[in-house]
């Protein structure tokens, strides 16, 4: 087979209108489905979380198909379709394995476990509880990550918990709490079909979120008058919809949101009864300024003065601030990476927010600020669940006494037993391994030895002597597990049930379809096996995950998250459902803060809409100035570097790159380079680049695209064989501690 | 320049039972694939084209000149604007 991307995206063209058509996936690897069973479940790929049934033959997987009933409308991308050949891939990890010298070798359950336990016991013995650390996933479902967070933070009685949603959500949710006082996006999908305005910052959600990009198009196609801005250095796939594509210098566009604000609050289409009611303005840290304070701040960000930091065109600025904030119109944004990868991602996330707070474009059907989310149950599992270091499960902040005091009564465990400081976030984590502090850490389901920024450093920190890594995983070898001293075999996605939350707050049900491979187990089953040869299994006397989902229900609440209505026969019964949802009778929440649509706005609240996550019910504008990335180009490393997805593959690719479809499509990453810098180089498209950062260098195949901003270089992400973290950059994001992934500076020379 | 080209899944609707017949005349169009059909009034496709307003004009005059076409219905739109690694970048 020799797949070409056209081919791809021919397939993907032809899945997609099939879907429409309620036909099955032509592209299944064992020809057309013939299945015995449909069990329903959720796509195992991005944060969009697709409804999908699940096509069982012989005990096997052997097909999907789109979920119509769900908001996907049965639509699913090619990615999604091909699914059925990840279970029986030929790496799938199906013993444990121990580290003897040099060499993994098969080992039983009882051996790999006993072995786990007792360097747990040692380090926790010998160094105290924070020598232990726990690396998870917005991949897991939210029972496993839930049992091992209750395992560490209650258990072992270290916050050392985190995952790879700071990696990729973390200024996200800095940027939530920060405005608003709670986590999560208030709209929901149903907000594209309403939207007369999109606002794409920092996003290829043509590549990254094509479900939800085909719903973008599809509005578009129904209102000739809707506009799509976006803003980004690259011309992406996303782009080429715009109605407008503001390219811009890497890093300016905190500078840029600030000139759109700018011509807002001086044109008028500023929302003041709205801001009046309902908005407070803060600097730093403080929400204690005035409106009058924020139009000083912005008079530093006239469009012209900003257009010419940033490389683009001043009416372009203004042309976007005017479509957004035009009155009676509704204005959605989005966006991912591009803003949260960043060292400034949380003020980054805070302008977007700036943006429908001044309008009052916001709690209406089609005016939502709307972050899309990188990983099926990043939301879900790991923010919503309180799975990072500094949260505990449902708004609650290890830092905050009162929180603590109330998870301690929730989990029955004495006071005082969950530490009060913060634990170690990713970077620091990894960081703390190298230093030798962290002796043990266990990673479930994800990939840090290939994601991780500056790679090639805390792959070292994994290999440091008196370092001892378990990784559970359901591929091997993976670019992690080759350096793990036991690598535990993992059942995958429809081997076993839990739940998924996606980008719009919608929980769903994935049913296990078939047994596990091998002796592959569930993360929850080894988990719990875990806390029990650690003598903490009092902590976690479930029978399955049924049984731990009851238990996540009562935690919720009371809280802001409150889904105590969401019973498993419900979650079985429906095609999602969207919290809050405090009551078996209440049907969800689509537009959260909203009085009339959200239960725990009161009935009697003096306006339509109540920012409860706020002490004073009201989300901030905070002033947050233009500051540029941690490093720039200069003489040595005179061009941008820039990395992200592709839309044949996802993330490390230990899914994708296991599809044959797939594998011939943008399987290897490539250096992406504008025809002016290919020039200067003297590359041509297929000829090799080496390009080099302060931290370290890879060699790539170059395709010169003018895509591509000048000064520029994109390269995906996904290849574990060129990997391209071998040269970002390991700064972080002092508030989220997100590391800023998309940008650096490199140098470039031909191979 | 290295030209664009958009490939998207389309859903054709056609008067219900005039579906064979449409896509009979669909064949003879230029960047037209048929992917399937449901038997009755729609068709999926894949489209392939220099860019989405070629797209809307394929739809328009379809819409006008063929009296069994209701609709056309994008599903998935897609673009390969570089030639695969190996080709020529200009």
């Known amino acids: ?69 769900n908001h996907n409308a049965g639509f699913l991308c090619l990615k999604g379709f091909l699914l059925p050949q990840i279970m029986r891939a030929p790496d799938r990890n199906l013993h444990p394995q121990i580290r003897k010298g040099d060499k993994l070798v098969r080992a039983s359950w009882d051996e790999a476990m006993d072995l786990v336990a007792r360097r747990f016991k040692e380090a926790i013995a010998a160094h105290g509880p924070d020598a232990v650390a726990f690396y998870g996933s917005g991949q897991g479902l939210t029972e496993e990550t839930y049992v091992a967070n209750k395992l560490f933070k209650a ?13 990729c959500m973390a200024s996200a949710v800095g940027g939530y709490v920060t405005t608003y006082g709670k986590d999560e996006p208030m709209g929901c ?21 094509p479900i939800i990009f085909r719903r973008i198009v599809e509005r578009k196609r129904k209102d000739k008058n809707v506009k799509v801005v976006v803003l980004d250095p690259r011309r992406t796939p996303t782009a080429r919809i715009a109605d407008l594509h503001l390219s811009f210098v890497p890093g300016t566009d905190l500078a840029i949101l600030n000139a759109m604000a700018h011509v807002l609050l001086a044109e008028g289409m500023v929302d003041e009864p709205f801001i009046a009611a309902n908005v407070a303005f803060g600097e730093g840290a403080e929400a204690n300024k005035a409106l009058a304070d924020y139009k000083a ?7 012209a003065k900003v257009a010419a930091l940033a490389g683009c065109r001043a009416e372009d600025i203004v042309t976007a601030a005017r479509w957004f904030g035009e009155k009676g119109k509704a204005s959605m944004s989005m966006w991912t990476m591009g803003l949260n990868q960043r060292t400034k991602g949380v003020w980054a996330n805070n302008l977007v927010h700036n943006l429908h707070l001044v309008t009052g474009k916001i709690g209406l059907p089609g005016s939502t600020p709307f972050s899309l989310t990188g990983q099926p149950n990043a ?44 634990g170690l976030a990713t970077i620091d984590m990894f960081r703390a391994m190298e230093e030798g502090k962290v002796k043990v850490l266990y990673v479930m389901c994800t990939n840090p030895g290939q994601s991780l920024p500056n790679v090639d450093r805390y792959r070292k920190a994994m290999r440091a002597p008196g370092a001892f890594v378990v990784v559970s995983e359901a591929f091997h070898p993976t670019r992690t597990s080759e350096l793990a001293d036991v690598v535990l075999p993992a059942a995958l996605w429809a081997e076993k049930e839990g739940v998924y939350g996606c980008a ?13 491979m091998g002796e592959a187990r569930p993360d929850f089953q080894i988990l719990c096996d875990l806390a029990r040869r650690l003598g903490h299994g009092g902590l976690v006397p479930f029978q399955g995950p049924e049984d731990a989902w009851a238990e996540i229900l009562a935690l919720s609440k009371g809280t802001a998250y409150d889904f105590a209505g969401m019973s498993r026969a419900r979650l079985k019964a429906s095609h999602g459902l969207l919290w809050p949802l405090p009551t078996p009778d209440s049907p969800g929440t689509k537009r959260r803060y909203v009085k009339g649509a959200d239960p725990l ?99 790539f195949r170059v395709r010169v695209s003018d895509g591509e901003r000048a000064g520029l270089v994109f390269v995906h992400m996904h290849d574990a064989d060129r990997m391209c973290n071998k040269l970002t950059i390991d700064a972080v994001d002092p508030i989220s501690r997100q590391p800023e992934f998309k940008i650096c500076a490199v140098k470039a020379e031909k191979a | 320049m290295i030209p664009l080209t958009v490939v998207a899944g389309v859903v054709i609707e056609t008067l219900p039972g005039a579906q064979a017949r449409v896509a009979a005349r669909l064949a003879g169009e230029p960047g037209i694939e048929l992917a399937g059909g449901d038997g009755d009034r729609r068709i999926a496709a894949v489209w392939t084209g220099a860019d989405g307003a070629e797209l809307e004009r394929l739809s328009e005059r379809l819409l006008a000149t063929d009296a069994e076409v209701l609709g056309i219905f994008p599903t998935f739109v897609g673009d390969d604007g570089f030639p695969d690694p190996g080709g020529d970048g200009d």
């Open chain 1, 189 to 209: 999908y149903e907000d594209v079909d309403a939207a007369d305005v999109f606002l794409l910052v920092g996003s290829n959600t043509a590549e990254a979120h």
């Open chain 1, 379 to 422: 939301c879900g599992g790991v923010r919503d669940g309180g799975a990072l270091s500094h949260l505990l499960p449902y708004g609650r902040l290890v830092a905050n006494e009162k929180h603590r005091a109330e998870m301690e009564r929730l989990w029955n465990v004495p006071a005082g037993t969950i530490a009060p400081k913060p």
């Open chain 1, 601 to 699: 706005v009161p009935a009697d609240a003096p306006g339509p809409v109540l920012f409860y996550g706020r002490p004073d019910k009201r989300a901030v504008v905070w002033m947050r100035p233009q500051k540029p990335p941690e490093e720039v180009p200069d003489a040595e490393y005179p061009l941008w570097y820039t990395t992200g997805r592709v839309i044949e593959q996802w993330h490390t690719g230990t899914m994708t790159r296991n599809c044959p479809e797939l594998r011939q499509a943008n399987y290897e990453s490539v250096a992406q380079l504008h025809p002016e810098d290919a020039k200067a180089l003297g590359v041509k498209t297929g000829d090799a680049v080496r390009l080099a950062s302060r931290r370290g260098a890879q060699q």
């Open chain 1, 155 to 167: 258990g072992i009685r270290t916050n050392n918990v985190d995952g790879n949603p700071r990696l």
């Open chain 1, 504 to 516: 719009e707050r919608r929980y769903q049900l994935l049913e296990a379809a078939v047994k596990p």
């Open chain 1, 1 to 69: 087979m020799d797949w070409t991307r056209r081919d791809f995206l021919k397939a993907s063209a032809a899945a997609s209108a099939l879907a429409a058509l309620g036909s099955r996936s032509a592209l299944a690897a064992e020809g057309p489905p013939q299945a015995d069973t449909w069990v329903k479940s959720v796509c195992r790929y991005c944060g969009t979380g697709c409804g999908l049934y699940v096509g069982v033959k012989g005990g096997r997987v052997v097909a999907v198909q789109g979920d119509k009933e």
């Open chain 1, 297 to 303: 701040f912005l008079a530093g960000y006239e469009p």
